[in-house]
């Protein structure tokens, strides 16, 4: 029976020592967040990386997938304008420029070779590695029915978050509660 040759403890700890500090790293810049990829002009002012809002009141919704004719425009521009309470034909549209930022997770979990129905313990941390894997290297892409999905949360929450905004600075502005405000259109 062949045997193994040995290892040298200070080759395993050495080694040991070089994956962990790999992992390590990565997962540092794993963790780091991207910078607002959008520029605002003279008289805009850009919430976050899905809405700008321009001071004659201009609401422009940044969509980071591509149009081909699924209407995802539209979709991911309404969750924005409810959130946002603003009527969706006010809103102009703009694609979303290059930035890892606007990285579609879903698009990368969905290359995991298992059914969307399946959750086992096993999948779901294949499905995690992946969608990790599509953030780290800012994976912007549009296909696979993925916009929507990947999207849902994120747009509705850049809405969400662009009104609160506006409320908290009426109320300053007013010196009301922001509880006596209400949107509307």
Do not use: C
Not at 168 to 180: D, F, H, M, T, Y
């Amino acid at each position: 029976m062949a045997r193994a040759g040995k290892i040298a403890r200070r080759t395993f700890m050495i080694g040991t020592g070089l994956i962990a500090g790999g992992f390590a790293v990565g997962y540092y810049f794993y963790r780091q967040p991207w910078d607002n990829p959008l520029e605002a002009e003279d008289g805009e002012y850009a919430f976050n990386p899905y809405v700008k809002i321009a001071a004659d009141n201009t609401v422009t919704v940044i969509v980071p997938r591509a149009e081909m004719g699924q209407g995802v425009t539209t979709t991911l521009t309404a969750m924005v304008a409810e959130e946002l309470d603003v009527d969706l034909a006010a809103i102009k549209v703009e694609h979303g420029p290059e930035s890892a930022f606007y990285y579609n997770s879903v698009v990368a979990g969905d290359l995991v070779p298992a059914a969307f129905f399946n959750h086992s313990t096993i999948v779901e941390a294949a499905r995690t590695a992946f969608e990790a894997t599509g953030r780290t290297i800012g994976l912007q892409i549009t296909g696979g029915s993925t916009s929507t999905r990947d999207a849902f949360e994120k747009m509705r929450m850049a809405g969400a978050v662009a009104r609160a905004v506006l409320v908290k600075a009426a109320a300053n502005r007013l010196g009301v509660p922001e509880s006596a405000l209400v949107t509307a259109g």
